[in-house]
C-alpha cells in the first residue's frame, strides 16, 4: 500500500500542487496543502469509490482543504470571486524579470476576479491538471459544461 500511495504521489502530486498553487498564489501553502491532499486521501482510501479519476478525487479533496484554509484565515471564498490574492512581491527585480512578473500578477489578478467555479475552471485548465471530463466530473457536470464555462470565462478574460 505505501508503494501504492509513493506512487499516486509522483504521477499526481504535481497536478495538485499546480491546482493549489492556481488558487493559493502561495508556493509554500501549496506544497503544504499538497501533502495535506496525501494525507487525507490515505485515511480515506476505503471510502474512495472509484466513480471519479484518482486526479479528480485528488482536487476535490485539495479544493475542499483550501477553503477549509481560507475559513481558518477568516476568510471566506465567495460565489462572485472575492477570494484573496496574494500580495505583490515589492523586492525590485531586474526589468524583464519584473515586467514578465507583472503581466502574469496581471493575469492571476484577471483570474481571481472571475466568479469561483470559472476561475477554478481555468485554474484547472492553465495548469494541466484536469481534462474536460475530469472537471465536469469533479463538479458534477457533463464535459461539455465544462468546456462552455471554460470558454465564457476566456472571453470574459479577453474583454479585460
Same mark, same amino acid.
Given at each position: 500500500?505505501?508503494?501504492e500511495i509513493e506512487e499516486y504521489y509522483e504521477k499526481y502530486?504535481?497536478?495538485?500542487?499546480?491546482y493549489l498553487l492556481g488558487m493559493s498564489g502561495d508556493s509554500d501553502i501549496s506544497r503544504e496543502l499538497t501533502q495535506?491532499? =496525501?494525507?487525507?486521501?490515505?485515511?480515506?482510501?476505503?471510502?474512495?469509490?472509484?466513480?471519479?479519476?484518482?486526479s479528480t478525487w485528488l482536487c476535490s479533496i485539495a479544493k475542499n482543504l483550501w477553503h477549509s484554509e481560507l475559513r481558518r484565515r477568516g476568510l471566506?471564498?465567495?460565489? %462572485?470571486? %472575492?477570494?484573496?490574492?496574494?500580495e505583490a512581491d515589492t523586492s525590485p527585480p531586474p526589468d524583464e524579470a519584473a515586467e514578465q512578473r507583472d503581466s502574469k500578477? =496581471?493575469?492571476l489578478r484577471?483570474?481571481?476576479?472571475?466568479?469561483?467555479?470559472?476561475?477554478?475552471?481555468?485554474?484547472?485548465r492553465a495548469t494541466g491538471a484536469m481534462s474536460f471530463a475530469e472537471i465536469g466530473e469533479l463538479f458534477g457536470k457533463t464535459e461539455n459544461w465544462a468546456r462552455v464555462t471554460f470558454y465564457r470565462a476566456k472571453q470574459k478574460?479577453?474583454?479585460?
Amino acid at each position: 500500500m505505501k508503494k501504492e500511495i509513493e506512487e499516486y504521489y509522483e504521477k499526481y502530486g504535481a497536478k495538485v500542487y499546480a491546482y493549489l498553487l492556481g488558487m493559493s498564489g502561495d508556493s509554500d501553502i501549496s506544497r503544504e496543502l499538497t501533502q495535506e491532499v =496525501f494525507v487525507r486521501a490515505i485515511g480515506s482510501l476505503s471510502s474512495y469509490s472509484g466513480s471519479c479519476s484518482v486526479s479528480t478525487w485528488l482536487c476535490s479533496i485539495a479544493k475542499n482543504l483550501w477553503h477549509s484554509e481560507l475559513r481558518r484565515r477568516g476568510l471566506h471564498p465567495s460565489a %462572485d470571486g %472575492d477570494s484573496p490574492l496574494p500580495e505583490a512581491d515589492t523586492s525590485p527585480p531586474p526589468d524583464e524579470a519584473a515586467e514578465q512578473r507583472d503581466s502574469k500578477m =496581471f493575469v492571476l489578478r484577471q483570474v481571481h476576479s472571475l466568479p469561483e467555479t470559472e476561475k477554478e475552471i481555468v485554474l484547472l485548465r492553465a495548469t494541466g491538471a484536469m481534462s474536460f471530463a475530469e472537471i465536469g466530473e469533479l463538479f458534477g457536470k457533463t464535459e461539455n459544461w465544462a468546456r462552455v464555462t471554460f470558454y465564457r470565462a476566456k472571453q470574459k478574460l479577453r474583454k479585460e
